[in-house]
Every structure is written in C-alpha cells, then in structure tokens.
C-alpha cells in the first residue's frame, strides 16, 4: 500500500502535463497575437480622388519637356510631346516603384533606377519594365490642366 | 589561493571569491590557435567583432542627436553634421567602419567557405555567421534610410518593392516592413526601431552563439593541412594571438580615421516623394551585384516578370549558400572534393564581376 502511494498516478501526470502544455500554448498565442498585429500598419484611407486640376499652367510647359505633379499621394508625370500633345501618366515606374522622369534627348520616359525606358504612349520599350505606366486623361480648361484617371 | 593572492594582489583574490576570476583565466590561458600557412584568415572573424563594437559606438553617440521622422531626420543630420563638434568624425566613421565591416564579413565568409571550415561538427557555427551576415545586410539597408535623402529614398523605395515582388507573402511583408503602401515617414521610423532595437538585440545574441562556438570548438584546421602528418605548431591565444589582433584592430582604426577624414559621408538632398529619381542612383556597394543584375534581366524570363525571376534566383543562392555545410556530403565525410570550392570561387567572381559592372557602367543609357 505505502509503495503504491508512490507510484507516479500517470493518469494524473498525463492531466498535468496536458493542463501546463495547454496553458503554455495560450499563454504564447496571448502574447504573440496582439504584438503580431500590432506590427501591422492599419490602412489608412487613401485618396480616392480620380481627378486633379494641376498647380501648372499649360503656357508653362514648354514641347518635349515633361513634370512631376502630385496625383493623390502618388507622383504623375505631365509631358508636352515635340507635336505640342499634353499627355499624362503615373510617374510610379513598373519595374520597382522608382519615379520616372522625362529624357528629352531620347523623347521618352526614363526610369534612372534600372534604366527602364517607355515611349510617348507610357509603353514599356526597354530594360527591365514589364508593364505600360498608368495612363491618364488630359483636359484643358482654360488656363487650369485637369488630369483625370481613365475610366 | 596563495600563488594567485602572491600574483595578483588581494583585489584580484577578492573578485575571484566571488565571480570566479581564476576560471577564466585558465580559460584564456588555454586556449590555443594553430600555427600554418592559412593562419592569416582567422584574424577576419576578430576584425568584424571589433568594427561592429564600433558601430555600437558611434550608432549610441549618433543617438543622440538623431531625430527619427520625415520632417525632422535630414536636418537633424544636418545639423549634426555642421553644428555638433565631431558630429562629421562620429557620423564618418560610423558610414566607414558599416562599409568595413561588411566588406570584412564577406572575406571571412570566403575564406572559411574556400578553406571548408564549415565542416562537421561547426555546422551550427556557419549558420550562425550566415545569420549574422543577413542582419548585417539589415542593418546596412536600414540605416541607410534614416539620413532620408534623396539616395536613400530612392533605395528604400526599390528595396522594399524587391521585398513586394516576392511569390505568396511578398506584399504582405512588404506593407510590414514599409510600415504603410508607400515609403513614408512611417518607413523612417519602422526603420529606426529597427535599425537601433531590433537588429543590435538579435545580433547580440546571435553574436555570442557564434563566438561560444568558435570558443567550444577551437579554430579551424583546413583540410589540407590536416592531412599532413605532424599536427600544425600552436600559438596561445593570450597574448600572443591576441596581440597579433590588436595590431590589425590599430591599424583598422587608423585606416577609419583617414577616410573618415578625407571621405566624410556625404547627405545629399532632402529626400522629396515628389521628385524623379535621380540619375545615376546606386545602392550601398554591397548590393551593387544585385542592383546590376537586376538592371541586366530582360522584363519576362519563361513568362514571370524579370524581376520575380531574379529575386528567386538570389534567394535560392542564399539558401544554397546557407546549407553548404550540408549539402556538402564529401568534405563532411572527409574526403578531398573541389566542387564546392570551385562554386565558392564562381561566386566571389559573379559578386566582382557584376559590381565593377555596376561601377562602369554608364547611368544614362
């Protein structure tokens, strides 16, 4: 009987090991689940705005020339071609989100990051680019430049 | 008792009561470094110890000056860099010494993967260098950003979007590391945490795994030297090796010196989300094979993006890299082989090759 007292109960020991475990899982998950989420940025509401009227007069720019302008939290880029065409696009480059810029001794987009090229039309036509830039529509009102995402 | 209280005196004896001196010093007394042709390669390890514990340094001077958001980082910088006194010197050597010790990293990473250190049983130990190799590159990558300039604006834009273009988690663990979509002052402060938090608590620990494995093991003897059939001559550790250390250590500092004070980091402009990227934009050199290569990569390869393409290929290189010592069956079973020798040696001349590229090549074509 005394000997048997002593006996490790494995049914109890199983029940203990299982109650420590379990807790111990919970206790983790407790600890790591906020702090995970925490890390997470929260999103916050981008502009939804499809439309800009530009701080740039038309006068300002000047054939084969192109500027940067602000669409939302994103760059734009604003080009007058050598025929005298407004045209305008996402400056956010395709390849790796660098901003792009005019290059008027080659009449084309440049990206100086990876040296990725796109024609008048945001077409990628070399380097490592795989897609067109965003087009946007052109309209002018007055003296006022209103660019707006395509439909 | 009485020869340690009759060498060292009785503050000696009182320390060692009561943390165990006299253990360490037989500790450090019997540690031994073999004596052979190779020996140059194990002062590399020591040299990144010693630039890091700069780093350290200068990184808890810069501290205090340093204010980490978009509005007030670059001139917070600025200022340090005109108005503090030494603020150039502490910040210089700060840039210098991260580009030194990186550079030193890489050779030491070489030299045990060309001279097979990583054989059994330090396996543990060259994951652990592999480990600390990519916090290094962390930490490069993020504290660039934190003057926010123009380059490094730029730099994080692409580097997080590499990160975004990866397969399944990519633009999970891009918003992650971005703090937001975008690059933003959200960025600049992520990166500091982690920057100053994150990657000095993780590499300390790291660091002392590393250097309790190198301590348990013993050095390295490469496998051609043990073959031969008298054992190779020893040095102790204390102080023979270590002098030998302290010398190169001077002379690291000395070379810090001089190019903090010839080269000093330079700032550039604010960085401005709403500025084209400048031309002739590059990476930290230590990034520059990637950079190139990436630049190289047509815009499909069997129809996924190029840029896909070449992120998975240099995580499958690190991957590759990190299970050398395992996948090496011959060099772990001791038997001569030369293929991983021959592979160690197509990296390095991959790695050279693509950055003098990188360097040549003109910026506007």
Redesign the interface.
Known sequence: MTEHALEPDENRRGFINWLLGTSAAAFVLSVVYPVASY???PT?G?STAGTVTLPIKPDDVKPNTGQ???FG???G?LIRTSSGDLRAFS?V?T???????YRSDLSQIW?????GHYDLNGK?VA????RPLDTFVVNVRGTQIVVSKSA | MEAGEQRHGRLWMWLDQRIGLGELEKLAQKKRIPVHRHSIWYYLGGMTLFLFIIQVSTGILLLLYYRPSAEEAFESVQFLMTEVQFGWLIRSIHSWAANLMIFTLFVHLFSVLLLKAYRPPREVTWFSGMALLGLALGFGFTGYLLPWNELAY?AT??GT??TS?VPGIGRFAG??L?????VTG?TLTRFYGIHVAILPATAGALLGLHLYLVQRHGMSVPPGVEAKDTAPRTMPFVPNFLLRDAVGWLTALAILAALAAFFPAELGKKAD?????????KPEWYFMFM?QT??Y????ILGI???VAGILGFGLGGLFLLLVPILDRRTAQGRPGRLFTWIGIAIILYMLLLTALGYMAS?T?
């Open positions: 890390l997470v940025p916050v981008e940067i302008f602000k939290s994103r760059p880029i400056a480059c390849h790796l989100n660098c901003t792009v810029q990206c100086a990051c990876h040296n990628n380097g490592p680019p795989p | 730029f834009k692409v979007e590499i273009a918003r992650l971005r703090g937001g979509d975008e959200a989300p709403f500025l084209s990227a400048p031309a002739g934009i950079f990436l630049k990569l047509p815009s499909h993006e190029g840029e910026a074509q």
